[in-house]
């Protein structure tokens, strides 16, 4: 695997690739970084697991759907 990276970067460096190859150098640089899956919620903590992401976007969605109502609403009563 490394081999075929290094011979890739040589490919890179050849063809005049400059993006292409900082690219694949940063990624031998950096190494592996897990990602992780998680959101803040209202207070400002971390929420994890797909349910509890789900369940916290669509309280968002939710109480945002909510408040555009209310505005409209006021907005055609002031019109």
């Known amino acids: 695997m490394l081999k075929k990276q290094i011979e890739s970067i040589e490919v890179d460096w050849e063809r005049a690739d400059k993006g292409?190859?900082?690219?694949?150098v940063n990624?031998?640089?950096?190494g592996f970084q897990p990602c992780l899956n998680a959101c803040k919620d209202n207070s400002g903590k971390l929420?994890?697991?797909?349910?509890?992401?789900?369940e916290h976007w669509a309280r968002y969605s939710r109480l945002n759907l909510k408040k555009n109502?209310?505005?409209?609403?006021?907005?055609?009563k002031c019109i």
């Open 20 to 24: 292409k190859y900082y690219q694949t």
């Open 27 to 30: 990624q031998l640089r950096k």
């Open 69 to 76: 109502i209310v505005k409209r609403r006021v907005m055609k």
């Open 47 to 54: 929420t994890e697991g797909d349910d509890k992401i789900l």
